[in-house]
């Protein structure tokens, strides 16, 4: 990131900065002309930062920058000028250029500028990183979405995965915190060290304890040889507690010391335990609540919940239904090796379902409707009955195919349901519905007469 270009036609110029800047230990190529400049940011591959002239014997900047801008988007540019010409100054910053500096210029001024574009490239660099990184868990079918919502979360995980903060997950049953769990560990700098999933709610109260922090041997009845427990496992890297909202009150207190300060005591010990370890916690249930109510303590709140996702059940990111109905059908057409397909109107009654198991249900709802196929093409029939009998709104071409009736008839239906639907989001003021239809107020008045008799 310290290897610099600077081109510009005043030899004088190029000299002191190279002098300069060499001295504060960067990397100098100069450049006098628009051609030598492109043959010196093709030769030195290690250049990151570029400063361009406005004007150039054999070329202007801006179109120097337009050039270099499409062929190098990894790199920097600004531009240098001794017109203060706000109107090129605009043209430079939306042509691409990082920054704009007037000439002449200080030695101090040019370095503020190339500390902050190398401090602009590393944050650049280590977002690829993570976009690679994230890119290739979902490609392993990890974390998948489009939704909007679901890019919002990606880019919340993206930010948070390389902290030590404490994550608390939150949403129903299904919708893949779990994954998500797993990819933020994947994502950050403990990816190498374990990741430790714990069901809190499959652990019988009695046994949580030795199960998260070790026992000693012959601590409890059954304890024939000591145990070091999950957090002990999950040392350098992170432990995953799903279903937090299930532990009892008591021993909500114990884990209160091991999220405060990462220490704890084995089961029939006297010694401390030390570990260095990522808390995620999931749960379905309002922990809110339950603090208001007295189930949960709060200060264990406070600490789990530095940072809160919430994850959306299905139904609210419908979306993101037809991207991971293709996933899981990818899955069953490399395990088969048949071709699986989906009409468009199955699709459309798959996005309608409510999905109260979300996720995991559509995953399942998939796996079965393959089996039951009579070939690659799936049917309404494969689905089980909730989904069967899933009321939607059929497709124009299923209507003209079905329903028998004219073009006419159909196209004045459709009006029909489209100005009822506007009337009622609107809430039954005609103003607001006629500006979503798109035509005046007297329009509706008119339509609503001739097909409601509304009028």
């Known amino acids: 990131m310290n290897s610099i270009l600077i081109v510009d036609d005043e030899s004088k110029l190029l000299k002191i900065f190279q002098s300069s800047l060499t001295k504060k230990n960067y990397t100098i190529y100069t450049a006098a002309n628009g051609q030598e400049a492109r043959r010196k940011i093709y030769e030195q591959?290690?250049?990151?930062?570029?400063?361009?002239?406005?004007?150039?014997?054999?070329?202007?900047?801006?179109?120097?920058?337009?050039?270099f801008v499409s062929v190098y988007p990894t790199k920097i540019f600004i531009m240098m000028t001794a017109y203060g010409n706000i109107e090129n100054a605009v043209i430079a910053m939306k042509t691409g250029a990082f920054d704009y500096i007037v000439k002449p210029v200080k030695l101090h001024e040019i370095i503020v500028v190339i500390e902050k574009a190398i401090e602009w490239l590393k944050v650049k660099q280590e977002n690829h990183i993570l976009k690679e990184k994230l890119k290739r868990s979902e490609t392993n079918g990890e974390l998948l979405g489009t939704s909007k919502v679901m890019k919002q979360i990606l880019l919340l995980i993206e930010r948070?995965?390389?902290?030590?903060?404490?994550?608390?997950?939150?949403?129903?049953?299904?919708?893949?915190?779990?994954?998500?769990?797993?990819?933020?560990?994947?994502?950050?700098?403990?990816?190498?060290?374990?990741?430790?999933?714990?069901?809190c709610a499959s652990i019988p109260e009695q046994l949580l304890e030795s199960e998260l922090f070790g026992h000693e041997k012959g601590s409890f009845t059954g304890a024939v040889s000591a145990r070091k427990g999950k957090f002990v496992a999950a040392n350098?890297?992170?432990?995953?507690?799903?279903?937090?909202?299930?532990?009892?009150?008591?021993?909500?207190a114990k884990l209160l010391?091991?999220?405060?300060?990462?220490?704890?005591?084995?089961?029939?010990?006297?010694?401390?335990?030390?570990?260095?370890?990522?808390?995620?916690?999931?749960?379905?249930?309002?922990?809110?609540?339950?603090?208001?109510e007295g189930k949960f303590r709060e200060d264990l709140f406070y600490r789990l919940n530095i940072v809160d996702i919430y994850i959306p059940p299905l139904r609210e990111r419908k979306d993101d239904i037809p991207l991971l109905v293709n996933k899981f059908l990818d899955k069953h057409r490399k395990k088969y090796e048949r071709d699986y397909q989906i009409s468009g109107e199955l699709m459309r009654i798959l996005i309608n379902y409510q999905w109260p198991g979300n996720v995991r249900e559509l995953e399942n709802a998939i796996e079965r409707a393959v089996v039951l196929a009579q070939d690659q093409q799936l049917s309404i029939d494969d689905f089980h009955r909730e989904i069967r009998e899933v009321n939607y709104e059929p497709s124009v071409e299923t209507n003209l195919q079905e329903s028998g009736k004219s073009l006419p008839e159909q196209m004045e239906d459709i009006e029909k349901k489209?100005?009822?639907?506007?009337?009622?989001?609107?809430?039954?003021?005609?103003?607001?519905?006629?500006r979503k239809l798109g035509i005046s107020r007297q329009s509706l008045l008119y339509k609503m007469n001739k097909f409601f008799n509304l009028i």
């Not at 591959?45 to 150039?56: G, Y």
């Not at 350098?236 to 909500?252: M, N, V």
């Not at 489209?418 to 006629?434: E, N, P, T």
């Open 160 to 199: 948070v995965s390389n902290t030590n903060a404490n994550v608390l997950l939150e949403g129903e049953s299904g919708t893949g915190k779990s994954m998500i769990a797993e990819a933020m560990h994947k994502l950050s700098d403990r990816s190498h060290a374990p990741f430790i999933p714990v069901n």
């Open 236 to 252: 350098g890297g992170t432990i995953f507690l799903d279903e937090i909202g299930e532990i009892t009150p008591a021993f909500q």
């Open 45 to 67: 591959d290690d250049i990151s930062i570029v400063f361009l002239d406005l004007k150039l014997p054999d070329c202007s900047g801006l179109d120097l920058l337009q050039e």
């Open 257 to 292: 010391q091991v999220t405060q300060n990462k220490t704890f005591i084995p089961v029939g010990s006297d010694s401390i335990k030390q570990v260095e370890v990522r808390i995620i916690t999931a749960t379905n249930r309002n922990l809110k609540k339950m603090v208001e």
């Open 418 to 434: 489209l100005i009822l639907k506007a009337l009622d989001d609107a809430l039954g003021q005609q103003s607001v519905a006629a």
